[in-house]
């Protein structure tokens, strides 16, 4: 029996040194740059009020076209993409347009 208690308590000991590991992942309220650009634009998943609450109102809405419906609002330095009433996409305007 000796040697069956010592292997129960090597395993336990074995066991109680595992660890886990944290990983941090960005959360979209916090106003970091999610780009290489450096523009703090929507994130997706983010609703129509969530985006105009903190980026304010657009300068202009492209009304919704196709199924599901896809409209998209347009701000100086970046344009968003909804479907429905949740950001789908952001994207970053170039220089050249």
Do not use: C
């Amino acid at each position: 029996m000796p040697k069956i208690s010592i292997m129960i308590a090597g395993l336990l000991l074995a066991f109680s040194s595992v660890q886990a590991e944290v990983i941090s992942i960005a959360d979209p309220r916090y106003d970091v740059p999610n780009s290489d650009s450096g523009v703090v634009r929507p994130t997706q998943g983010m609703d129509m009020s969530q985006v105009e609450q903190k980026f304010g109102a657009p300068e202009s809405k492209v009304a919704a076209v196709g199924e599901p419906p896809i409209s998209r609002w347009i701000y100086p330095g970046f344009s968003v993409f909804f479907e429905y009433d949740k950001v789908i996409h952001s994207v970053i305007k170039r220089d050249d347009q």
